[in-house]
């Protein structure tokens, strides 16, 4: 008899129970559009010169992370130095200022996810990471279309904004890990630069909702930080890790907006 | 409860998690010291400002100002307002951290959490949540005496109760984790709403580097009950079997895109009077 046939609740009634919870998921998103819209209404002023930051976004390119080595902290197989090849363009140059420039970071940030678990799943179905266990099937699907809704959500307010939405992953940090996806051999690679990549959101969100200035985009920033803390939670498990190591979320891994290039 | 585990390498994770737990705990002290040094100097600020409008405005200038110089002062106000909103928040913050290592504390007593008979991974995990939540309290209660105010020692008024209702009927290890999920779900909840009533970004982001561990805590809690549910105890282990975990335990975990906000807790709930 399989695992499956052992069980009390069945895989369909398990699927079921990820179904309601897909329905809990889907009641949630028309309140958080509310807060964007309400956000995207008052944005003359954050296009007004005010500054991205307090302290924290002045931190410049000594701030970024370099995901790549916070990978291989976590394990991960790449020994490239990570950070950034190609250099931010300058702010004046750029038509995302202030707070909005932390929302294309988001945004950005979101697209590089929903890429790297796209392209997991490619990986997987053309047979490059061996057998993957269905649990793991599952995460890339709901993690992907988590980050995926925090992507449009994030897009929502740039265009509310009448600014262009990011629609790729421009990054300093991206060419590093679509390399680090490509040499991916297993599920266990695969789930550590996924990790790396929770990390660094959910840190980044943190120190977001720290550092801009409008409500709704601290109250945004807040509600998704803990969503991609819980995804690393599980990823923890998954790697056979402790999946609560760390009694306060870390700051060592967050991207600041100068790892923006657009 | 079946449990299958390498208790050698789970021995060499707990260490290595103990030595990350220590390295969070020291950043999190540094980062409760930054936000204390950045709370100092605005509350200093402040004081400042309004003593130099006060030598300023000598009283016959006052008098002659009238309202100018109570508008003055009323503009001072409510960055001292917006402290003792503060304290209120950490205090209510603390109350639940409390409430939750007196759960935590109180499951560790059953056989089915700490005693023999219990799964070694359950009952690490409700050893070190417990100590994670005793860290949070002190965090919180740190924050609101460098603020002015007092440490909260008691426990939720609201939900204290409740506990108190639910520990009795308590049967097996599923009691225990639907209880933990009910107070970790309203603790982030509250944090995740709390970053947006402090009024610094320190506190913020303290409020939010606690609101990712309690929905973490949720996370595992939610892939436990699903695998306690699914009668495959035995995948509670650390490493597991990912290769045998259900397909639907890979999202459990997070059930929103949007942490929701719906049942946080009033600001003021755990408040010392």
Not at chain 2, 58 to 74: E, I, K, R, T, Y
Not at chain 2, 86 to 103: F, H, K, P, R, S
Request: charged letters at 15%; proline letters at 5%; aromatic letters at 4%.
């Amino acid at each position: 008899m399989s695992e499956q046939g052992e069980m009390h609740i069945s895989e369909s009634e398990l699927r079921s129970m990820t179904d309601d919870l897909d329905e809990m998921h889907e009641s949630t998103m028309p309140e958080v559009r509310r807060t964007l819209a309400d956000w995207g209404a008052n944005l003359g002023q954050l296009t007004r010169g005010r500054r991205a930051s307090r302290r924290g976004f002045l931190l410049g390119a000594s701030g970024v992370v370099a995901l790549g080595a916070a990978a291989a902290c976590s394990g991960g197989t790449s020994s490239s130095s990570g950070g950034s090849s190609s250099a931010a363009p300058s702010r004046s140059a750029s038509p995302y200022t202030g707070d909005l420039r932390v929302v294309a970071l988001a945004a950005a940030l979101e697209n590089l996810a929903v890429t790297a678990y796209k392209g997991a799943q490619q990986a997987a179905q053309a047979g490059r990471l061996g057998t993957v266990p269905p649990a793991v099937v599952t995460f890339i699907q709901t993690a992907m279309k988590q980050h995926a809704d925090h992507a449009n959500a994030w897009n929502a307010v740039l265009t509310g904004a009448k600014l262009p939405p990011i629609t790729g992953a421009p990054l300093t940090i991206t060419q590093q890990q679509v390399t680090m996806l490509n040499s991916a051999k297993s599920v266990t690679d695969v789930a550590k630069q996924a990790l790396a990549l929770e990390n660094s959101a959910a840190q980044t969100y943190q120190f977001a909702a720290a550092n801009v200035s409008s409500p709704q985009g601290i109250s945004t920033a807040a509600t998704i930080e803990p969503v991609e803390a819980q995804h690393a939670a599980i990823l923890y498990f998954v790697l056979g890790q402790y999946p609560v190591p760390d009694a306060f979320i870390k700051q060592d891994q967050v991207l600041t907006p100068s790892a923006l290039t657009a | 409860m079946e449990n299958r585990i390498d208790e050698r390498r789970f021995a060499e994770l707990m260490e290595e998690s103990a030595d990350r737990h220590s390295d969070a705990m020291h950043q999190g002290r540094a980062g409760l010291k930054d936000y204390v040094d950045v709370v100092s100097d605005v509350r200093a600020d402040v004081r400042a400002d309004a003593e130099r409008e006060h030598r300023r405005l000598s009283p016959v200038a006052l008098a002659a100002a009238g309202g100018a110089g109570a508008l003055l002062f009323a503009q001072a106000v409510p960055a001292w307002a917006d402290s003792a909103n503060d304290v209120m928040v950490l205090q209510t913050a603390a109350g639940i951290e409390n409430l939750a290592v007196m759960v935590y504390k109180t499951a560790l007593t059953l056989p089915f959490v700490g005693g023999s008979s219990a799964n070694l991974v359950v009952k690490t995990f409700a050893q070190r949540t417990m100590q994670q939540h005793q860290d949070h309290a002190n965090a919180f209660n740190a924050a609101a005496q460098q603020l002015g105010g007092k440490p909260q020692s008691g426990t939720d008024p609201k939900y204290t109760p409740i506990v108190q209702q639910a520990v009795p009927t308590i049967k097996g290890p599923g009691d225990v984790v639907g209880l933990a999920i009910t107070l970790e779900d309203v603790a982030a909840q509250t944090y995740v709403k709390d970053v947006s009533l402090v009024s610094t970004g320190k506190l913020k982001q303290l409020f939010g580097s606690i609101a990712g561990v309690e929905a973490q805590h949720k996370a595992v809690l939610l892939a436990v009950q699903a695998l306690l549910n699914a009668n495959a105890p035995q995948l509670i282990a650390i490493p597991t079997d990912a290769s045998k975990l259900p397909a639907a335990a890979g999202s459990v975990g997070f059930p929103d895109a949007f942490y929701p906000t719906a049942n946080a807790l009033p600001a003021s709930e755990g408040a010392v009077k």
